[in-house]
């Protein structure tokens, strides 16, 4: 018998066959199968990098410093800082047909380009090389400008930023005679027909790539972009690149993920509006999905699940400050502790009032449905006896939702609402942490307030005009130790 084949069938007990766990177990033979013949798997860390960490030569080539200490990676990387607005706004004149305007900025980027370039390479061969490569990407973006414009167009604009700046790191490290090879994400990022990634293509067409190009100490990549169901080029939404990371860890088992980026961690507010925030050291990973998905633009809220379900450390790390700690996203939770505060903006709260709630069953269904219909999404939801209170930050149907939910009872809306959302060991069994939070809000008008939904968020709707002052005021008092009324 083969030796080989004996030792992988002992890794399935034959007692559990007949469970609920067979497939489970299954499933992790397949996994430890093809660990054991991909040689890339378990140890390798995923890193990316966003787009300030490559924003400029300098940058990349502290990118390129940071990279190359000996051990095999794999590297995302985002399009330089800027680019992928500036694609957007290309494809703006596009839409409305003003090739003029168009050209105007793909000649004043690309001019960028070139100076970047000139900057970044010391050999005239890679000078070269990369000149020609940053070329035929404008002249193939400036060849959408004699054309019909749609959608299809404008997706395969916003991926150029991503194809040029892993092109321009990956042949600073060749230059550098780093061992270093590019996958194009087009040929393994893939989403489904429902629009969510592909996880076992993605898996099984980068261990593809991989083990067609062994040896290798870096292997980069493009973040944002992908192929659709149908193989044309999409990508994942803006910031999207954090999510290219996460299912690249998830889908070779990676030992960590690490986003780096400008900042030393997710930091316990938004540094953006309040004075004096500081990092947080540890998460769980359903505080940081919390935190992501109500504003802290650290990190896209998308990125979380394919990490949690893997069970993969997710590292948040700064090019700037390369030493810090950052913060680890892990399964684990410190205990009774308010870790950090986020808010979301341009939020539209409806009411809507209604006797026939009182003691009546199936009414919120038809509420829900109404919304449903228009997939709109609701964010906050809070009920009494007569009325039900929900948050949208999809208006696009707004008017259409209210005119249907006027059928069953008085609506009311209001605009430039926010979401503050807490998150921390909130259980509710943990006393006394409402009592802080709501007194640090204790000055603002709070139309909303919902908890018990999770055990780590509790959430204010309130103004935006508030939001300042309420998101200065929870962190005077929840971490900077100012909590004496
Ligand atoms: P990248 O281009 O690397 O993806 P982003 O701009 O998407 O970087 O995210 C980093 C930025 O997120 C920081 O510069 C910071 O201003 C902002 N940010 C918002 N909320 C937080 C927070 N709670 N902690 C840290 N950074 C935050
Ligand atoms: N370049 C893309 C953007 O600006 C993706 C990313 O940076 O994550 O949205
Ligand atoms: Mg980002």
């Not at 996958?183 to 067409?205: C, G, H, Q, V, W």
Request: with cysteine; glycine share 6%.
């Amino acid at each position: 018998m083969n030796p080989k084949k004996n030792k992988d069938s002992e890794i399935l007990p034959t007692k559990h066959k007949n469970t609920a766990n067979y497939s489970y177990l299954c499933q992790s033979k397949i996994t430890y199968l093809l660990r054991k013949h991909l040689k890339f798997e378990t140890e390798m860390k995923v890193l990316k990098f966003g787009g300030t960490s490559v924003g400029s030569a300098q940058r990349m080539k502290d990118v390129a410093k940071l990279i190359a200490d000996g051990e095999q990676k794999i590297v995302v990387l985002s399009a330089m800082s800027g680019t992928t607005n500036t694609l957007v706004e290309i494809s703006d004149y596009l839409y409305k047909k003003n090739p003029e305007g168009a050209n105007e900025i793909i000649n004043r980027l690309e001019s960028k380009y070139k100076q970047h370039i000139d900057e970044l390479y010391t050999t005239e061969e890679y000078k070269q090389k990369t000149l020609d490569f940053v070329k035929s990407v404008f002249d193939y973006i400036r060849s959408f400008t004699k054309d019909i414009f749609t959608l299809f167009e404008e997706k395969v604009i916003l991926a150029q930023g991503e194809i040029i700046s892993t092109n321009m790191v990956t042949n600073y490290l060749c230059e550098q005679g780093i061992k270093t090879y590019l996958i194009p994400a087009l040929e393994f990022m893939r989403t489904d027909k429902n629009s969510e990634p592909d996880l076992n293509y993605i898996r099984e067409k980068l261990n593809v790539q991989l083990e067609a190009h062994p040896g290798q100490e870096i292997y980069i990549t493009q973040g944002f972009i992908c192929r659709n169901a149908y193989g044309e080029i999409d990508n994942l939404q803006r910031g999207g690149s954090d999510y290219t990371a996460s299912l690249i860890g998830a889908a070779i088992n990676a030992s960590e993920i690490q986003i780096w980026t400008d900042i030393d961690g997710m930091h316990d507010n938004d540094p953006r509006v309040v004075d004096k925030t500081s990092p947080v050291r540890q998460l769980h990973f359903e505080e940081a999905a919390e935190l992501a998905y109500f504003g802290a633009k650290i990190l896209h809220p998308t990125c979380v699940q394919p990490a949690k379900y893997a069970n993969i450390p997710v590292r948040l790390l700064n090019t700037m400050g390369p030493t810090a700690p950052g913060t680890l996203i892990s399964n684990d939770t410190e205990k009774g502790k308010i870790k950090a505060v986020a808010a979301k903006d341009n939020i539209t709260a409806i009411k809507i009032k209604s006797s026939r709630m009182l003691l009546a069953y199936g009414f919120l269904r038809k509420v829900f449905e109404i919304f449903e219909s228009y997939q709109t999404s609701i964010d906050m939801i809070c009920t009494s006896e007569v009325g039900v209170s929900m948050s949208i930050d999809n208006t696009k149907h707004l008017n259409e939702i209210v005119n249907d939910l006027k059928k069953y009872g008085t609506v009311t809306v209001d605009h430039d609402m926010c979401i503050v959302c807490v998150v921390g060991d909130l259980e509710w069994e943990n006393v006394g942490f409402e009592a802080k939070v709501i007194n640090a809000l204790r000055n603002i008008p709070i139309r909303m307030i919902s908890f018990g939904g999770s055990n780590y968020n509790i959430s204010f709707l309130i103004r935006e005009c508030d939001k300042k002052k309420a998101l200065q005021s929870l962190s005077d008092m929840l971490f900077n130790g100012k909590d004496k009324l």
